[in-house]
């Protein structure tokens, strides 16, 4: 610990050596600086954030040995830091610690409206109102550029009223907004403006139950890396357009209950998550592609051997939902997606319980006949299969056991439904698994109940 001559000179020191910041309230409260805490890039701030919440809450501010103003000579930086680690209603009573804390809050860059940035009324229509009636008033004072911006509330929202707080977000110079509305007023979705189409350095982009309407002649956010739109009310052409349109794009999460027969294009694609009714998943272009999770929820359509045109020499894990390995579309893109991911070391599947043999289902010997002799996952380390409940499964499984030479965890969850039957059924699908070829000798096959 340093002396108090040094806590009074630590702005200089933070600000030369970039070293940690702590709070103690043994003998203060005092800033002490100890450069052993301190491991780039990352700034030691939990203990100050703590500190820092007691002060404002208990309305302490000078040391009690000293009336030096320590909390002051704090970097801009790192009262930022405490500033946005706070509850919104706590970084706005951090006015009453000094004068020169008084309009803090006021220059915040990274404004979050949750389930805790204020105490709300039971009465839910005087909730909404406080709420409304906080963001308004907030919004109405604060200067400078607003960064992030995270409204994730269960309060309705009037419509007026988030078309007024975007419209001003918009000249904010925003870079990640998230909308999180999981109540909409008469069962409607909100809008997105027109004026959010207009913010050119959005990075990140986060919408749950919008419509989703770009204006015409919406040419893309060139800086966008994340885009998730969940339960929104969008159209195919809509999000393939946005997914094309965003050069920057890393990573791509969709959680719709429509039908889609969705093509994605996107170069520098490296996470993409597809959760809802899919009839079809085209990935045309996203060679860079590191994770993939696609849910599956009914029956495939289309010439599934061209839906995986590529080698995909990047991609590490694959998590496939609801997959039912009797539907041969979608037992033809995996297979596909399989071959085409040479160095996949993770693989999860969460089966589709099955009691009737489905109309389009191929023969047990697919995986074994369709692949290439010399075909195995060279770098798979884990395997998670859930819902496992035909022979169809089973016989994957085996496939997987002998083309895996280095894998070292299979796990597998019988369906539920598997459990309740005969136990000699249970049985002999854990035999057929726990003794078939195994390429690597070192993997520990699991069976759960």
Not at 94 to 99: E, P
Not at 110 to 133: H, I, P, R
Request: charged content about 25%; overall charge negative.
């Amino acid at each position: 610990m340093l002396s108090q001559r040094d806590c009074e000179t630590g702005q200089q020191v933070v600000a030369e050596d970039k070293v940690g910041v702590e709070v103690s309230f043994d003998d203060g409260p005092y800033i002490y600086i100890n450069k052993h805490l301190f491991s780039p890039p990352l700034i030691r701030v939990s203990r100050l954030l703590e500190s820092i919440r007691r002060l404002v809450l208990s309305g302490i501010y000078m040391g009690k040995s000293s009336k030096k103003d320590f909390i002051s000579g704090l970097p801009q930086s790192i009262i930022e830091i405490i500033l946005t680690k706070l509850p919104i209603r706590d970084a706005v009573r951090t006015s009453i610690l000094a004068k020169k804390w008084r309009y803090q809050w006021a220059t915040m860059t990274q404004l979050v409206f949750d389930s805790e940035c204020m105490s709300l009324s039971d009465d839910t229509q005087v909730a909404q109102k406080e709420l409304a009636n906080f963001i308004a008033r907030f919004l109405l004072l604060h200067e400078g550029p607003i960064h992030k911006f995270n409204l994730s509330t269960c309060q309705l929202i009037r419509f007026d009223d988030l078309d007024q707080w975007l419209l001003f977000l918009s000249r904010k110079d925003i870079k990640r907004l998230v909308l999180k509305m999981f109540r909409c007023p008469l069962h409607c979705f909100y809008s997105i403006p027109s004026c959010i189409f207009s913010c050119q350095k959005l990075i990140k982009l986060k919408l749950l139950r919008f419509e989703v309407k770009p204006p015409s002649g919406f040419q893309g956010f060139p800086c966008l890396k994340y885009l998730s739109l969940n339960i929104c009310e969008v159209t195919v052409e809509v999000i393939e357009n946005l997914i094309s349109n965003c050069p920057l794009l890393e990573e791509f999460d969709l959680d719709t209950m429509s039908a889609y027969a969705l093509t994605v294009h996107a170069s520098k694609l490296k996470h993409l998550t597809l959760y809802g009714s899919f009839k079809d998943v085209y990935l045309e272009h996203t060679p860079l592609l590191v994770t993939a999770l696609i849910s599956f929820s009914q029956d495939w359509e289309g010439n599934v051997l061209s839906k995986v045109p590529a080698t995909y020499d990047c991609l590490e894990s694959i998590s496939l939902k609801g997959l039912n390995f009797q539907e041969m579309n979608q037992v033809l893109f995996v297979h596909q997606l399989l071959l085409q991911s040479p160095n996949l070391q993770e693989l999860e599947i969460d089966a589709r319980a099955v009691g009737l043999v489905h109309h389009k289902a191929g023969d047990l010997d697919f995986w074994k006949r369709e692949c290439p002799a010399d075909f195995t996952f060279k770098h798979l380390k884990e395997v998670m299969m859930s819902d496992v409940s035909n022979k169809y499964d089973v016989k994957f499984l085996e496939f997987v056991l002998e083309r895996s030479p280095v894998l070292g965890e299979m796990l597998i969850f019988p369906d539920e439904g598997y459990n309740n039957e005969d136990n000699n059924e249970k049985m002999n699908m854990a035999d057929k698994v726990l003794h078939c070829v195994r390429a690597s000798p070192e993997v520990d096959v699991i069976i759960c109940d």
